[in-house]
């Protein structure tokens, strides 16, 4: 396996490079400022031992805690109580015990120094020449170049005038792109789910620091002052009451809604350091935790309206539903936004503020029967317009309310956002595994070339073979041997190669 530096001035685009490897190859990735949730616990992240990083036995067994720098005391704490260089050398140690057990990674290392002070440097080398034996690592530095160079086996310097063409080793103006094809060569990690991962999860999340609590505490304080505003209200204001119940329990679950974004942004660069398994499986975890904090919400909403109230009008299993579909209506958007797309923090906000905004615009819940003709109809769409209708004594005042199935068309109303949703990832998925193939098949056919044979031999020398052989790229093969005729033993193995005649349909 090879250790490979890429170095240049600051604004080159050494990061950009490091990025664009991680696009077009699966690999094990720390960025220079990787995001981790403030609020997880070192001593809860799964199969991890903390005991070996640097000086973990003096602070254990001496408690000299002024020597610690790093170690020991991080052991149990919070991430937002790390500094930039614990961080760094954490993560580093966690991709180096879970990739212990595997072979054949790439694994890409944004400026693993920086941070760092010097006295763990000789850690951080000696774990990297470990590495180097099992896996590619391809690091970006801008600190002790010259050890790292030294380690190197290839270094690969990118210019901030030409960003078309990098330097690897003494081979002038090789082409970017097919540098980055030539490096992104290794095996995807397989990390399996199981127990732990789930009790991480929950450990996590259903701490102190997690949101739940504080979600819970702002529901108790917000709709206890609802029961003093409101109590003992007599019928026929039921639709203050329930315009009121239904601004508390919006803006009590929000904030955990809006987070959901950030959350989204950790948990993708967590799993890149490895710190947890499925992605997916967690934003699947994420979303039915808070699916459930809005259940809980609209059932405090339901109970404190009908306790509130001398009379039973909004009281039975219709008004529970319709309370709990038509607040998932105005919240959901900002879920599956937040949770299952890469819009960032505003664009989330704004999209979904959307069915809130339009629900006041167009159900004409404070308005009954009015509204352009035509545009009124729009009202058809919103949960809210439905549970209008079946409030009673007002429902006959609404305009267009159904005579029957209200509480069918009130649930469809509030899926239509899901539902539309479910198709448009559907749609995107075929997309882009057509388009995946098409893009792989391009890649394929430029890893053919000679170029990149010969940059693959420039890379990693004879164990450039395994790669162009799994390519199936005889032809270069052969090439390859003619110009190599004074090396016998890689002659030798192409030769042996040439014998077993492999598969070259790939």
Same mark, same amino acid.
């Given at each position: 396996?090879?250790?490979?530096?890429?170095?240049?001035?600051?604004?080159?685009?050494?990061?950009?490079?490091?990025?664009?490897?991680?696009?077009?190859?699966?690999?094990?990735?720390?960025?220079?400022?990787?995001?981790?949730?403030?609020?997880?616990?070192?001593?809860?992240?799964?199969?991890?031992?903390?005991?070996?990083?640097?000086?973990?036995?003096?602070?254990?067994?001496?408690?000299?805690?002024?020597?610690?720098?790093?170690?020991?005391?991080?052991?149990?704490?919070?991430?937002?109580?790390?500094?930039?260089?614990?961080?760094?050398?954490?993560?580093?140690?966690?991709?180096?015990?879970?990739?212990?057990?595997?072979?054949?990674?790439?694994?890409?290392?944004?400026?693993?120094?920086?941070?760092?002070?010097?006295?763990?440097?000789?850690?951080?080398?000696?774990?990297?020449?470990?590495?180097?034996?099992?896996?590619?690592?391809? =690091?970006?530095?801008?600190?002790?170049?010259?050890?790292?160079?030294?380690?190197?086996?290839?270094?690969?310097?990118?210019?901030?005038?030409?960003?078309?063409?990098?330097?690897?080793?003494?081979?002038?103006?090789?082409?970017?792109?097919?540098?980055?094809?030539?490096?992104?060569?290794?095996?995807?990690?397989?990390?399996?789910?199981?127990? &732990?991962?789930?009790?991480?999860?929950?450990?996590?999340?259903?701490?102190?620091?997690?949101?739940?609590?504080?979600?819970?505490?702002?529901?108790?304080?917000?709709?206890?002052?609802? =029961?003093?505003?409101?109590?003992?209200?007599?019928?026929?204001?039921?639709?203050?009451?329930?315009?009121?119940?239904?601004?508390?329990?919006?803006?009590?679950?929000?904030?955990?809604?809006?987070?959901?974004?950030?959350?989204?942004?950790? &948990?993708?660069?967590?799993?890149?350091?490895?710190?947890?398994?499925?992605?997916?499986?967690?934003?699947?975890?994420?979303?039915?935790?808070?699916?459930?904090?809005?259940?809980?919400?609209?059932?405090?909403?339901?109970?404190?309206?009908?306790?509130?109230?001398?009379?039973?009008?909004?009281?039975?299993?219709?008004?529970?539903?319709?309370?709990?579909?038509?607040?998932?209506?105005?919240?959901?958007?900002?879920?599956?936004?937040?949770?299952?797309?890469?819009?960032?923090?505003?664009?989330?906000?704004?999209?979904?503020?959307?069915?809130?905004?339009?629900?006041?615009?167009?159900?004409?819940?404070?308005?009954?029967?009015?509204?352009?003709?035509?545009?009124?109809?729009?009202?058809?769409?919103?949960?809210?317009?439905?549970?209008?209708?079946?409030?009673?004594?007002?429902?006959?005042?609404?305009?267009?309310?159904?005579?029957?199935?209200?509480?069918?068309?009130?649930?469809?109303?509030?899926?239509?956002?899901?539902?539309?949703?479910?198709?448009?990832?559907?749609?995107?998925?075929?997309?882009?595994?057509?388009?995946?193939?098409?893009?792989?098949?391009?890649?394929?056919?430029?890893?053919?070339?000679?170029?990149?044979?010969?940059?693959?031999?420039?890379?990693?020398?004879?164990?450039?073979?395994?790669?162009?052989?799994?390519?199936?790229?005889?032809?270069?093969?052969?090439?390859?041997?003619?110009?190599?005729?004074?090396?016998?033993?890689?002659?030798?193995?192409?030769?042996?190669?040439?014998?077993?005649?492999?598969?070259?349909?790939?």
């Amino acid at each position: 396996m090879t250790l490979t530096v890429c170095v240049g001035a600051s604004g080159s685009g050494k990061t950009t490079f490091l990025n664009d490897v991680h696009k077009s190859h699966k690999c094990t990735y720390i960025r220079q400022y990787h995001n981790l949730r403030p609020y997880i616990k070192v001593s809860a992240i799964p199969a991890f031992d903390p005991t070996k990083l640097p000086y973990w036995d003096i602070y254990v067994n001496e408690k000299k805690d002024k020597s610690i720098l790093v170690g020991g005391t991080i052991a149990g704490q919070f991430m937002a109580g790390l500094s930039g260089g614990q961080r760094k050398l954490l993560l580093f140690e966690l991709i180096f015990q879970r990739t212990a057990s595997q072979d054949n990674l790439l694994i890409v290392l944004d400026e693993p120094f920086a941070g760092v002070t010097d006295d763990f440097v000789p850690f951080i080398v000696g774990r990297l020449n470990e590495m180097r034996k099992k896996h590619n690592i391809l =690091l970006v530095t801008n600190d002790h170049v010259e050890t790292l160079k030294t380690m190197a086996d290839n270094t690969v310097i990118v210019s901030a005038i030409d960003r078309t063409k990098v330097k690897i080793n003494e081979k002038e103006g090789v082409d970017r792109d097919t540098a980055l094809l030539a490096m992104s060569i290794g095996d995807e990690y397989t990390q399996n789910s199981n127990n &732990q991962d789930l009790k991480f999860f929950l450990d996590v999340e259903l701490s102190k620091n997690g949101g739940v609590f504080g979600v819970a505490g702002f529901a108790v304080f917000s709709f206890g002052l609802f =029961l003093l505003t409101f109590w003992n209200s007599n019928g026929g204001s039921e639709p203050l009451v329930l315009i009121a119940a239904g601004i508390v329990s919006f803006f009590t679950a929000n904030p955990y809604f809006l987070q959901l974004t950030d959350w989204r942004i950790y &948990q993708n660069e967590e799993a890149e350091a490895l710190l947890h398994s499925s992605k997916m499986m967690n934003k699947m975890l994420k979303f039915g935790l808070t699916m459930t904090i809005l259940v809980v919400i609209c059932s405090l909403q339901y109970g404190v309206i009908n306790a509130c109230l001398t009379v039973d009008t909004l009281a039975g299993s219709n008004f529970y539903f319709g309370i709990l579909f038509d607040s998932l209506s105005l919240l959901i958007t900002v879920a599956l936004l937040g949770l299952f797309t890469n819009m960032s923090f505003e664009a989330v906000q704004i999209f979904g503020g959307m069915p809130f905004l339009m629900m006041i615009f167009f159900s004409t819940t404070f308005s009954p029967g009015a509204g352009l003709n035509g545009l009124k109809n729009l009202r058809y769409l919103f949960a809210r317009f439905y549970l209008w209708c079946m409030v009673p004594g007002y429902g006959e005042l609404m305009e267009g309310c159904p005579e029957n199935n209200n509480m069918l068309y009130l649930i469809l109303a509030s899926l239509t956002v899901p539902i539309l949703f479910v198709c448009y990832k559907g749609a995107k998925a075929v997309y882009n595994k057509a388009k995946g193939a098409q893009a792989m098949t391009s890649r394929r056919e430029s890893m053919k070339t000679y170029e990149f044979a010969e940059l693959q031999l420039e890379l990693f020398g004879q164990k450039a073979l395994r790669n162009l052989k799994h390519i199936g790229s005889v032809a270069n093969l052969e090439k390859l041997a003619g110009s190599l005729h004074s090396n016998s033993d890689m002659a030798a193995e192409i030769d042996a190669d040439e014998e077993k005649k492999p598969d070259c349909s790939v």
